[in-house]
């Protein structure tokens, strides 16, 4: 899994633009991810790789085209420093793997060759050989993720 790297503050305004959201389809919005900051993103991310930034990723509005945009992108996970709350929420909502961690955030680079164990919270950045702790998911939690969400995963529970 490679690492794309970004920095502090990046907003939902810049992870799908709102020009794009006249759609809320997940292939549509994961054509324009991270067009504004990176153009190449979109063209360049693989199924699995992983996103990696500082402080406060995901602020500015509440909309959940943010992380689907990132999850439909192909992103199995985003490290970040911090995460604004209302992006963490909308994260697990639609089961995007998020990790707050800011030695990784910080030493990881672009293209580095990372793995996550979302069950620990280890994350083991290959190309340097080092490895960080962030806390792991509670069951519960590892559930949502596997179900694909909030919303799958009460219709896979409800009776």
């Known amino acids: 899994?490679?690492?794309?790297?970004?920095?502090n503050d990046v907003d939902t305004d810049v992870i799908i633009p709102a020009r794009h959201l006249n759609t809320s389809v997940p292939e549509e919005l994961a054509a324009h991810c991270m067009e504004?900051?990176?153009?190449?993103?979109?063209?360049?991310?693989?199924?699995?790789?992983i996103l990696v930034a500082g402080r406060n990723f995901g602020c500015g509005s509440s909309r959940e085209h943010a992380p689907i945009a990132i999850k439909a992108s192909g992103i199995s996970c985003v490290i970040a420093e911090t995460f604004?709350?209302?992006f963490y929420r909308n994260a697990l909502n639609i089961g995007l793997p998020i990790?707050?961690?800011?030695a990784a955030a910080n030493a990881i680079s672009a293209g580095d060759e990372?793995?996550?164990?979302?069950?620990t919270g280890e994350?083991?950045?290959?190309t340097t050989?080092?490895?960080?702790?962030?806390?792991?998911?509670?069951?519960?939690?590892?559930?949502?993720?596997?179900?694909?969400?909030l919303a799958a995963y009460l219709k896979g529970t409800r009776k």
């Open 84 to 86: 604004a709350r209302i």
């Open 123 to 126: 994350i083991t950045d290959h």
């Open 129 to 149: 050989g080092q490895t960080f702790h962030a806390e792991p998911f509670p069951p519960f939690m590892m559930e949502l993720i596997a179900a694909g969400g």
């Open 114 to 119: 990372v793995t996550v164990n979302l069950e």
């Open 36 to 49: 504004d900051i990176d153009p190449a993103f979109a063209a360049r991310v693989q199924c699995g790789d």
């Open 99 to 102: 990790l707050e961690c800011p």
């Open 1 to 7: 899994m490679k690492a794309h790297k970004y920095g």
